[in-house]
């Protein structure tokens, strides 16, 4: 349809081994093909040495047949559409920060993407929003992900304003938080992602309606628009169908109600 968006790479992809995503990753590769993607980055959510979260995250055994089958699919289908290998992170300050640089550096990962779910304290993950104090949970994730943008280490933000799902409203503080990110990541040269997750299973009732409290949020975006930040589409896809499935009409008004024109390629950052 002329009112989709043309998407020509998704960098946002799951995969069965973090315990909430289906399908091969064989699937994932020919259902980007169908859609005629040129590259697609396959990023499920990083498996982390000696640190288990089931449900969320690969157990650290799976990480080499991770980086075996997607470095298999990158050569069995190159010419055709560039497949690349990468993980979703979260950034714990400093622990796991020379393990993310080995990946890089040393297993070959073409890039990683900053999703900042949840921290890590005394040998316990904590989601933001199971903090009992919203106004310290949301200045908490904030504060992580400026850290995590001070590190250079990612190629893009995934969806920076997740928060507005656990927060529950916009107020003057939502404001400085999205200021304090987009000011960051312009001065960082990051772009910010739009992610596709919740036009598939939060806003199918009324399509127009962009007030919804879940990410995209466009009041964030428009803040983004404003400092002059950088943008790119993430699929976020859990399952291969959903690069059909996905709703790329429903992106585009989005994107045309905001002016916004996203990146159809990412330049990753260069980690020393």
Known sequence: MDDEFKLEANYHSHTYRCGHAVGTDEEYVRFALRKGLKAIGFSDHAILPGASQPGMRGDPSLLEGYISSV??????????????LAFECEWYRQEFASYYRDLLAEKGFDYLILGQHCFHENGRFTFYGEMSDREESLRKYTADVLDALDSGLFAYVAHPDLYVRWYRKWDALCEECAYLICRKAK???????????????????DPDDLSILIYPYP???????EVGNQFVVGVDAHDPK????SDYVWLNRFLEKLGIAPLKRVAFPKVK
Not at 71 to 84: C, F, M, N, P, Q
Not at 242 to 245: A, H, P, V
């Open 71 to 84: 470095k298999s699919l990158k050569a069995k289908h190159r010419g055709e559409i560039d497949v690349l």
């Open 187 to 205: 001065q960082m040269n990051t772009p910010l992602e739009i992610n596709m997750g919740p036009s598939r299973w939060a806003r199918k009732s």
């Open 219 to 225: 009041r964030f975006f428009q803040i983004a628009k």
């Open 242 to 245: 959903e690069y059909l499935t």
